[in-house]
């Protein structure tokens, strides 16, 4: 059963990563990728608030909460793993920016692809970390094919909005497996997380929220989307740099469980600021 569930995990590793590149891709445009990197000071902000502020309070965490050695580079991973696919989707339930939100993810994601390799050696001291080998597969399997996909939208728009549906329905299946095989293989481990380590899981939900949105700026719907996404990592990049790079599956169980819980918490959320902007927009309409 465990030989099956291994084959289940790698396959359902890969699929979810570079298929899920390949449906975001479809559904957006080369405009709405450059449509946030017009305000600047907004750039800055968030590049401080996902690759300065957020790897901080990770130090922070993993230093005062005791956690195994495995959940600190989990955790680690996730600190410099910034631009979640899944957030132009929070935004619409937020009823918020979704422009904003793609664009951002999208640079963010860029971004991570070149900073992972570079800070993982220093964040990891004493772990093998491949630089290169980080890099050329984040390229390989996140900035190929999400590029190819752009191309292929902007020649074949009618095409892309026919194939993005059965593109999104691989990548939730793909990522349901991948819980399935991880929760089946390591289901004794994942239940001795409900000590200090889901109260270190709850600090970093929590925390990267609140300094994305106090980062966000003056704009409102621009706070709600930051917050979004400096609070969801980027699980898809983490996934594939662990899977390529440590044996250790407790890593991997790492994330996924920060990354299911972070999207209870996450969608809860989204759907309590939705109801407030939808509240909002009706009292304003109202006078």
Not at 66 to 71: D, G, I, L, W
Not at 99 to 111: C, E, Q, V
Not at 183 to 205: E, S
Not at 213 to 226: A, H, L, N, R, T
């Amino acid at each position: 059963m465990n030989e099956i569930l291994e084959i289940i995990f790698k396959i359902s590793v890969y699929t979810f990563v570079v298929v899920g590149m390949i449906s975001m891709g479809l559904k957006v445009t080369f405009k709405q990728i450059f449509y946030p990197l017009k305000d600047i000071k907004l750039i800055s902000l968030a590049l401080i608030a996902n690759f300065v502020m957020s790897p901080l309070l990770v130090y922070l965490i993993i230093h005062f909460i005791p956690v195994s050695e495995a959940e600190k580079t989990g955790f680690l991973l996730l600190s410099v793993a910034a631009g979640a696919p899944f957030l132009p989707k929070l935004a619409e339930i937020a009823d918020s920016d979704i422009a904003y939100s793609i664009g951002i993810m999208l640079l963010l994601m860029i971004l991570t692809v070149f900073l992972m390799p570079v800070a993982l050696p220093y964040m990891l001291p004493g772990t093998e970390v491949n630089s290169l080998g980080i890099a050329r597969s984040l390229v390989t399997l996140m900035i190929i094919p999400l590029f190819l996909a752009l191309f292929f939208r902007q020649r074949f728009e009618k095409a892309a909005a026919i194939l993005h549906r059965p593109a999104k329905l691989i990548t939730d299946i793909s990522l349901l497996l991948l819980m399935i095989a991880l929760v089946g293989l390591n289901y004794r481990n994942l239940l001795k997380m409900f000590d200090t380590t889901m109260v270190a899981i709850i600090l970093l939900l929590v925390g990267t929220t609140i300094i994305g949105y106090f980062m966000g700026g003056s704009d409102k719907d621009k706070k709600i989307v930051m917050s979004l996404c400096t609070g969801q990592r980027n699980i898809s990049a983490a996934l594939l740099v662990a899977a390529e790079n440590f044996k250790d599956k407790e890593i991997i169980l790492t994330l996924v469980a920060i990354s299911i819980i972070g999207l209870l918490f996450r969608v809860p959320y989204a759907r309590w600021i939705g109801r407030k902007v939808k509240k909002t927009q009706v009292s304003g309409n109202s006078f």
